[in-house]
């Protein structure tokens, strides 16, 4: 797995955990089901699955947090 992905583990992890949230809570927020949460947590943590960015932007929204995206020098 490549670092980024895990840093975007991390975040969606700790967003989730901040938000003292279960995988069912997520999920029913993001108007899915709770084995959709679990299968993206764990194709994050495979490293098999990249979500979009749509996703991404729902499941932080579900935690209460904001997507911002920031670049920087290579």
Do not use: N, W
């Amino acid at each position: 797995m490549e670092k980024e992905e895990f840093a975007l583990l991390d975040l969606l992890l700790e967003a989730r955990r901040e938000a003292g949230l279960t995988q069912a809570q997520v999920a029913e927020r993001m108007g899915t089901q709770a084995p959709a949460v679990a299968r993206l947590e764990r194709a994050l943590a495979s490293g098999k699955h990249s979500p979009s960015v749509t996703t991404i932007r729902r499941y932080l929204a579900a935690c209460g947090k904001q997507l911002v995206v920031d670049t920087c020098p290579a």
